[in-house]
């Protein structure tokens, strides 16, 4: 951590990066950082950028709309970048490409990051939020109650709400020194989970009625075509949460929720509630995540894609 202080201080202007389908802990800790360093270097140029927008259920944060599109930013104007919460450099983009001549800082908490930073900084911990409260504090940036709220949520958002087995007594504590500089816990669970659209519902009914169960693999399963998501019409932000609810199934231990991308691919999201590691299921198709919580891009049809995963199960 030394070490990125040491470059922070050094640069006169930082990019911040997150990763595509932006979720809230890229955006929690990668706002948290935005807000902390503006505040401490009032003289450095600072910015924030993803590529996709910031769903809606995120934009109640102070400070979202600080955050820029990058087809909005000249990569000319940054020395330094920030990639938080991104497994790989890919994972950020179009951002990937704004900061390939720069000098790379990677802050990330997904056992696949393959540290490619200049300088890396990942911990397997619950949440690079998690990670991004330690970075603050080691920066001496104070914590504010709009920085403390983005890292709630990032906290929130990759425990699901404190109920994974990435939870630690180091990730309450980080929640409870957060609560304790006046982050409202209960309104950001409520605009967070409570805040779903009707055609994020319709979805969730569709996938909740649809979904299949390989019994010998105890493997739950949904696929959702993109002409489907169409006729329903959502949008992809819509599909969000749905491989979480049909592992609720009492006979499941893994689920896979696989997408129907405009470009014909398909895109795979899998959990498990034990001890399955479907990181490594993930990895067969060059995607990655976590142990129990991970995704890939595959241009397999969706009946080969589920063919493979029950083979390898
Ligand atoms: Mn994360």
Redesign the pocket.
Known sequence: MKKIKDKIEEMESILIGGHVNP?G??IG?GLALLLGLRKKYPNKKIDFTLQDEIPKNIKFLEGINEIKCSKNIDSKEYELAILV?SATLERTGDVADIVKNMYKINI???ISNPNYGDLNLVKDIS???ELMYNVLEFLEIPIDINMGSALYL?LV??TGNFAHSNVTSETFNVASKLMAIGVNNNKIVNDFFKSKSMERIKILGKALSDMKFVSGKKLVYFYLPYETLKEIGASKDDTEGVVEEIINFNESEVSLFLRGEPNGLIKGSMRSKRDKDVNAIAGLFNGGGHIKAAGFTSSLPFDEIVKKVVENL
Request: no cysteine.
């Open positions: 979720d802990d890229t800790a919460d990330d908490h997904h949440s690079t939020s990032g958002n990759d």
